[in-house]
């Protein structure tokens, strides 16, 4: 939406470094180093009780929040068929919009994830690392069969 | 920074015993450092080329696969009634399982805005910024009335 | 909202009918016996064929427009804590705004459901019979431990 | 009509070849006339009652529990890509496997209206009737834009 340079400038993080856009050399896309999910964590707990809201933010009244949002990701999906893989076609606006919306689904669920005193970061690289071994590259390679679908000990 | 094995090594901790759980000296709940946002992404990003699954990660599928996992989440607290903070009352088994469950809708949440081409971190940060804006904290303090409801000319 | 008789006229259904509020003798709540479920899929049909829509109706569309309204639903349900039965708290507002939104859910559920040739209420009766086995009301009495929980060969 | 053995008869189908589906003379795919919504309310009712469920049935353990569901269908879509009407490039087992799974869907949606005392048939039959106005066909021919997008006094 902006150029790199306006972003990374506009970005303030809460370490105070600013945000910095990776491309790789490869040009696969990427996201900014910062904020960390702990940075978000922080920023919106702060934002909490400086408006006195952890009284509302029970898991399941946060979990409940989540699930409205991913209702709002889905509203923007809903009636274009197929989309193509960095949403060639769709308008900037519309895209500023998701970018909003996937953005409130996250907060609201590393702010699901500290009520519920679950280390995200450290859960989500121990899932991949269960995936790895649960999805060996040889077996499925390819296919997208569900897991219990496969034969592991072929 | 850490380098990658570093990381692998402090994060691969099932039962939370090294997993490097960030207390702040007032005893606030933290996330670990590691992993980032874009440490996720680049993760997920290998581990799927690796199984030439990219051919099905397109935004939609990937948007589906995140709403059947956040249907997981929802099962596991669906017959409790209200939970409390840190889940006192719950199992080491159940703890886990909404630690993974909560995992597996980050994974898709971040390959989703890496599909879309969105700089999650980046994203999240905005919006935060916007929440502000939106929700003053003398005008909201204490109350979980919905956005639209407020006078905020008052 | 309204009494039962100004409800009564108030509904057409699609085949002339008139709806019927059934109150039992024990008092139980009950809904109206009409329109059915094959009522509100024919009155959908011809909504959307009057308005050329069956060409954006395919099932992922639908569905995600389900999830969509579904998020809608938990909105209404995400600042409340625990909600009593009958919502004797709500306001008349927001008791029609959720008669809405769970309205929508229906709606796009029926028309999923047709979309994808599968006769809903047909299925839905199928489910509780298998649901009757699966739950013998003598091993599952006062529990809501979940079926692959249960030793039903006690 | 038809009298509850007469229906349980005609619905025990598990695979399709009695399940009365009903061909209109135009072929269009509709849904049995029976089990009505109150008659699927009842049912469950019943089934609730015997179990001793009804103490966990509050309005937002259903609501989790609907969601859950929801995300199991989408489970079934997720890696397909656009899927056609009527389903044909599924097999048997998946149809099935869909059917019930939006039974869920629709069982729990009638039991949470019946928990809330929504008259759920009623209100579809109202939402629809709004939509009609919402939506008038000569302004949304055609068109998948949103409401909000149109200008409904030209």
Known sequence: MNSPDAKKQKLQCGDG????????DTGEFSFSDKPTLDDIRKVQHEFCKERNWDQFHTPR??????????????ELFQWRGEVKEGLPDWSEKDKKHLAQ??????????RL???????????ALEKIEMN???????????????????????
Do not use: F, T, W
């Open 113 to 123: 994830s500290e009520r519920c005193h679950i280390d995200l970061p450290a859960a």
């Open 17 to 24: 470094s600013d945000g910095q856009i990776n491309v790789a």
């Open 132 to 154: 790895k071994k649960k999805y060996p590259a040889h077996v499925v390679y390819g296919s997208s069969k569900k897991y219990s679908e496969y034969d592991l000990k072929e």
């Open 61 to 74: 009244n946060i979990l409940l929040a989540m699930v409205g949002e991913v209702g709002e990701v889905s």
């Open 101 to 110: 919306e996937l953005s409130d689904v996250l907060i609201y669920l590393v």
